[in-house]
């Protein structure tokens, strides 16, 4: 008899009392508690979304800047162009120029369509002047090995 008043009380105390109640009791989050904790959480994604957008929109303003800051050969004149490199980066473009220069060239940096810059050695007018460009250019240390002609005809650039 003690058994079954016992387990209609604490049925009684179950079905009675909220959960939180109970969760108080055991040492749990209310339910009051989950919601501000959710809230929080929620408060966090945002502000991490606003903070990657930020950067997101600093970066871009600092490529067009430095795009803006190197000039690029909007009307290719020569047939041909002897190109070191293509670059994502403004940068490693920005290098290539500088050791061109140093070099003695004078280079041309072209925009691709792609988003890509190549860098342009020297242009030229016949595919043979081009490829003895190549030669020469071989001779000096600044060359990289993966020199190659392109023709403007080939339209990949804007």
Not at 121 to 136: F, L, N, P, R, T
Request: hydrophobic share 40%; charged share 25%; aromatic share 8%.
């Amino acid at each position: 008899m003690k058994s079954k008043i016992l387990l209609l009380a604490a049925v009684a105390i179950f079905s009675l009392t909220g959960c939180d109640w109970v969760r108080k009791q055991m040492g749990k989050p209310t339910s009051a508690e989950l919601e501000a904790m959710q809230a929080e959480l929620q408060r966090a994604r945002e502000q991490r979304v606003a903070d990657s957008l930020r950067q997101i929109a600093v970066m871009d303003s600092i490529r067009l800047a430095e795009q803006a800051r190197l000039p690029y050969e909007t009307e290719l004149t020569h047939k041909y162009y002897v190109i070191l490199g293509s670059f994502k980066k403004d940068f490693n473009a920005e290098n290539m120029v500088a050791n061109l220069k140093k070099a003695g060239y004078s280079p041309v940096r072209i925009a691709l369509k792609n988003g890509f810059d190549m860098v342009a050695a020297v242009g030229c007018d016949s595919y043979s002047e081009a490829w003895s460009e190549i030669m020469k250019i071989e001779d000096n240390d600044l060359c990289p090995y993966d020199v190659w002609i392109y023709s403007p005809e080939q339209n990949l650039h804007k």
